[in-house]
């Protein structure tokens, strides 16, 4: 008996089965990788011994005798007798190595603004902003809220709360007065961190009054920080509201790290989920810190000396955490940041800013590789891409033509694309090809990292041979894991481990194929139940995808009287299509039928213009279902932009399409 959640549907596994391009890692690139084949060997034969010599990557204050305490599942303590600063292992420790000099961060302002700060400045510039925080009371264990735009000070900020032992928590630039409310709330945080503004789609757009209005709610706010940032009018209120330039211009450049246990918490970071409450994933420091700096070095083979790494995410993200700020600056890497919005102020700016700086690695998710494929090829051929060499992608399944067309249009056909999956809750990346090592598919995250235990089971929990689907667990405790929801150990233990004993269950749909490589197949609660067969929606949307006149696809199910759900689709149309083309709705149907079978078929497909999604660019198909089900939406505190909705909703009217 199939049941609503049980992922496995065997016409549509036959589908991604029928994936055969490979490609082979380049020869020179795999020829020098920092990680080769024998990693993942040597952390099968000895998985603690493994990330016992990853955690010496860092420099510790006290170096762990221990590596893994599992004593009491699920709260894992990683390297507990160790002592770290972990800002000292982002940004002083390459200064006394001599690194002073090379760049850490090239800041590419929206307007065109720019700024290189050396890691030397990076160094002052935190050492800083630690005697401010500490000057505004902030201690060791206090929780600082952040509400910044792309600019550096998110990742000084950051690096400041880190360096003396306070907990951030980031929340998106994006969000409203509620979201930032409900989040100082939560972690009960002191301080919040902001600016008067920053730049959006060519204009300043302001952040300070969203911060007035959540502080004004909330108890126990004792100082706002605000850097000038667009110089825009801002409401000020004496006694709590502090300049950043001001405070931070007049402290001394000299700061003594602080070394703190590995498990001292380093950041809350809130995630919707589907539903209810956000949760406040709670990450700890040494654990964390080594995870991601070994991630960032073997996913991305990255060359400290050389490389020039890009990655596009929000720092309000985790990706921005954990690829931005910790992972990158552990290693030493020099990053372009940028603040602004991929078509500001022409579509072709993400190339410019590659060809600018001649950026080496380019991580960035599978919703703006799509919107670069509407906009057309023409426009990253008219940039010089020739410096870049390994490609990532994140936060989506890719579909497979999208994957081609990034490897094509992006990577000349040279670049290998690492598709990265991973979760806020794991901290850092878990299951990814390995550019010197992995022959890639199009579509497939592939297989679990060297010391990361990930398997597919079914629903009474039976790992599924080769060819088979179900839900993605990871079977292992990670150093990057999250340590609990904060202040809810029970929601913790709910959430994620109740589901298969023991086991982290990731709300992961996905497939092993017949060599044992891993498939992402969406969020399980996404899977929709027709006619008794379970249909993912990643794989309607990537045969959507596939049909040259779509450029993005989102799939919900819509409950239906005859067969349970119906599949609705709501579609961006690539350049030239017709929107009114009835001929094409029809095109489109058959299509999916012919690339999935018929059952996959939508019975509605509404062409949109814009798609609701999450900072991270998420589809939030919880809202189209809403609209398919004509209810009312749900919560739409974690959307972008509000208003795609109401045009959405104006779509609906449109007759459904006949079987
Ligand atoms: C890093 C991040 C986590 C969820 C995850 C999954 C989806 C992320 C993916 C992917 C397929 C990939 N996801 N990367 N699905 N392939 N390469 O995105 O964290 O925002 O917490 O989202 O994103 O569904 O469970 P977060």
């Known amino acids: 008996m199939q049941r609503k959640g049980d992922v496995v549907s065997n016409e549509s596994l036959a589908n991604l089965l029928k994936e055969e391009r490979r490609f082979a890692p380049p020869v020179e690139l795999a020829a020098a990788a920092n990680v ?9 034969a000895d998985r603690l011994g493994f990330w016992a010599e990853q955690a010496r990557r860092l420099t510790w204050a006290t170096e762990p005798t221990e590596t893994l305490d599992w004593s009491n599942p699920p709260f894992a303590k990683w390297f507990a007798d ?8 982002c940004v002083d420790r390459h200064v006394e190595a001599g690194n002073g000099e090379r760049v850490a961060i090239h800041f590419e302002g929206e307007p065109g603004d720019s700024r290189a700060l050396t890691y030397a400045e990076l160094k002052d510039e935190v050492s800083r902003a630690a005697h401010a925080l500490t000057e505004l009371g902030v201690e060791k264990g206090d929780r600082v809220a952040v509400y910044l735009p792309m600019i ?11 360096r003396i032992g306070a907990a951030h928590s980031v929340v998106f630039g994006g969000f409203s007065a509620d979201a930032i409310a409900a989040r100082i709330k939560d972690a009960d945080a002191k301080v919040v961190i902001t600016a008067d503004g920053g730049y959006r789609r060519g204009k300043p757009s302001a952040l300070k009054p969203a911060v007035d209005e959540a502080v004004s709610r909330v108890e126990g706010v004792q100082k706002v920080l605000v850097v000038q940032r667009t110089k825009q009018d801002v409401a000020w209120t004496e006694g709590r509201d502090v300049w950043w330039h ?4 007049r402290q001394s450049t000299e700061h003594t790290p602080e070394a703190f246990d590995a498990e001292h918490p380093l950041f809350i970071l809130y995630t919707s989920g589907t539903t209810g409450k956000p949760k406040g994933i709670l990450h700890t420091s040494g654990g964390y810190l080594t995870q991601t700096a070994y991630t960032h070095h073997a996913v991305f083979d990255l060359k400290p000396e050389t490389d020039v790494y890009w990655c596009t995410a929000d720092v309000g993200w985790v990706t921005g ?22 078509d500001t102020p022409h579509q072709g700016r993400f190339w410019e800013i590659v060809q600018k700086y001649g950026v080496t690695i380019l991580y960035t998710a599978p919703t703006a590789i799509r919107t670069f494929m509407k906009w057309g090829d023409d426009i990253p051929a008219k940039f010089d891409l020739s410096s870049l060499r390994v490609l990532g992608s994140v936060g989506e399944p890719i579909n497979p033509e999208a994957w081609m067309w990034y490897r094509k249009n992006i990577g000349a056909d040279k670049c290998p694309i690492v598709d990265t999956w991973w979760q806020t809750e794991t901290g850092a990346m878990m299951i990814s090809p390995l550019p010197g090592v992995t ?3 199009p579509g497939s995250a592939q297989r679990a990292l060297p010391g990361i235990a990930a398997t597919v089971v079914d629903d009474e929990a039976n790992e599924v041979p080769d060819g088979g689907g179900g839900y993605l667990v990871l079977t292992e405790p990670w150093p990057s894991m999250l340590r609990t929801i904060w202040g809810d150990d029970q929601r913790f233990i709910d959430t994620y ?11 992961d749909g996905a497939k092993k194929d017949e060599d044992g490589d891993i498939w992402l197949l969406g969020r399980v609660d996404d899977v929709m139940l027709v006619s008794g067969h379970n249909i993912s929606t990643t794989e309607v949307e990537s045969a959507l995808v596939s049909h040259p006149s779509v450029a993005e696809a989102a799939v919900v199910g819509a409950a239906d009287e005859t067969t349970g759900q119906a599949i609705v689709a709501f579609v961006i149309l690539r350049g030239t299509a017709n929107a009114e083309d009835e001929g094409l709705v029809a ?3 058959n299509h999916v039928g012919a690339t999935l079978g018929p059952i996959a078929k939508p019975k509605r497909i509404l062409p949109v213009a814009e798609l609701p999604k999450t900072r991270s660019g998420k589809i939030m198909r919880r809202l189209l279902r809403d609209v398919a089900e004509n209810r009312e939406l749900g919560d739409v505190t974690t959307l972008t932009d509000s208003s795609v909705m109401e045009l959405i909703q104006t779509r609906l009217p449109a007759a459904p399409s006949e079987d």
């Open 36 to 44: 080769t084949a024998e990693a993942y060997e040597q952390a099968k």
């Open 82 to 89: 160790g002592k770290l600063n972990v800002a000292y292992n």
């Open 152 to 162: 550096p000070e998110a990742v000084i900020a950051m690096l400041a709360c880190a």
């Open 246 to 249: 001001e405070i931070t211009g």
């Open 321 to 342: 955490h954990s690829y931005i700020t910790y992972g990158p600056l552990a290693n030493g890497a020099t990053q372009v940041m940028y603040e602004g919005t991929p």
């Open 439 to 441: 022959e890639t598919k």
């Open 497 to 507: 481990w109740s589901r298969f004993q023991d086991r982290y269950f990731a709300g």
């Open 587 to 589: 095109d489109l149907r």
